[in-house]
């Protein structure tokens, strides 16, 4: 097998299964939702049947250009939504403000600013000053450096070894 062979997708073209260039058959789920694994070509029969998914078949010589159909497929099969900013109250805004903060959980934090931008903008937003007030938090909590690059304290071998590189670096000056 030298191609990659999308198997079968949700309409959504969110979850799919593929079999990679050795053979093995991998379910790939949204962002989130879990990582990818390798399942049996039992699941693409179950996903087909009974799950609502889509039989594909069409191979590929890369992963971006499965990717690529998988996008234009699921552009076609979803129509564009469009909605009414007007009329959206603070019930919508709170909803949204779940996907914002799960963008940001789950490392989406451009993705995050952008919606919390979106959202401000809203005529809702504007006319309340606690929902106002919210976005704008979120967007001073997107400012601040990621929480998981906070310098942490050296160990004791951490300090020992940059006590041996600082006494080498003084050898060689």
Do not use: C
Request: net charge negative.
């Amino acid at each position: 097998m030298d191609r990659i062979t999308l198997m079968a997708m949700a309409p959504s073209g969110e979850t799919y299964l593929a079999r990679d260039r050795v053979g093995r058959i991998w379910l790939i789920q949204p962002l989130g939702a879990g990582e990818p694994e390798v399942v049996d070509a039992s699941v693409v029969d179950r996903a087909v049947a009974h799950g609502g998914f889509d039989k594909v078949e069409e191979a590929f010589d890369s992963w971006e250009a499965l990717d690529r159909f998988r996008q234009e497929r699921a552009a076609l099969a979803v129509p564009d939504v469009v909605v009414d900013r007007e009329r959206l109250d603070i019930d919508d805004v709170d909803e949204m403000l779940v996907v914002v903060r799960r963008w940001i959980d789950g490392s989406e934090p451009a993705r995050a600013r952008r919606a919390t931008i979106a959202l401000l903008r809203l005529p809702v937003a504007r006319a309340d000053a606690a929902i106002h007030e919210r976005l704008v938090v979120i967007l001073e909590e997107l400012d601040q450096p990621p929480r998981r690059f906070h310098s942490q304290p050296l160990t004791a071998d951490q300090r020992a070894a940059r006590n041996r590189w600082d006494a080498q670096e003084h050898l060689a000056a």
